[in-house]
């Protein structure tokens, strides 16, 4: 069974800039989330996806940070304009039932400069 | 206060040492308990649930104390493959919240 995929896996950029990062989940796995890790600290819900429906954002810093999951598979995360404490791994993670293991791509690791 | 915190390690040990990390969480609705392990700069994969009867993996240890809310992780004979940052995750509501991290170093 293949993994979480994701893209790219490293991103430097300067201040102001926008990237965008894609996820693919397990085959299978209705729910999908994002989370942000920053270096020494545990990860950070960013956002929650139920097939192509939010579930919890309340976390997503909204004026620069979007995501979506259209098709209830595939998910993008942009960040627009990119701010230096954006510096981080982005964790694309999925679950085939919301209490069950969850599995983790490999990260998506940004530098803002 | 936050809503899961661990000892803030790092904790440095001899092979064959046992150890231990301690885990506390805020939300006494909290559902589900887990121990992941992240190796440096790989993303984190499950270790292990947590039950409230305990449960045990091989060298590996956990116990769930819902009236304290707290949970502990217990390695004996440590090996060096070992090392990594043991994260303490909770559920409740819908999200697994994650905790800082305890980061464990097995020296030769």
């Known amino acids: 069974e293949a993994g979480v995929a994701q893209s790219p896996r490293y991103k430097i950029i300067e201040k102001r800039q926008s990237v965008a990062f894609w996820c693919n989940p397990i085959s299978g796995h209705a729910t999908l989330y994002w989370y942000q890790q920053i270096l020494g600290q545990g990860p950070k819900l960013l956002i929650q996806f139920q097939n192509n429906g939010v579930v919890d954002d309340s976390q997503l810093p909204k004026d620069r940070f979007s995501a979506e999951r259209l098709k209830g598979v595939d998910s993008t995360l942009k960040i627009q304009p990119a701010k230096l404490e954006d510096s981080a791994v982005y964790l694309c993670?999925?679950?085939?039932?919301?209490?069950?293991?969850?599995?983790f791509g490999e990260g998506s690791r940004l530098t803002v400069l | 206060r936050k809503e899961v915190e661990q000892d803030p390690g790092p904790f440095n040990v001899p092979e064959g040492a046992t150890v231990a990390f301690n885990c506390t969480y805020s939300n006494s609705a909290s559902q589900s308990f887990f121990w992941y392990r992240q190796d440096c700069r790989k993303e984190p994969k499950l270790l292990m649930s947590v039950y409230s009867s305990g449960n045990e993996d091989g060298r590996f240890t956990a116990q769930l104390n819902r009236a304290s809310q707290y949970i502990s992780l217990l390695i004996r004979d440590s090996k060096l493959s070992d090392s990594a940052t043991y994260l303490c995750v909770v559920f409740y509501g819908q999200n697994f919240v994650f905790g800082p991290g305890t980061r464990l170093s097995v020296l030769p």
């Open positions: 993670a999925s679950t085939r039932w919301a209490t069950g293991e969850l599995f």
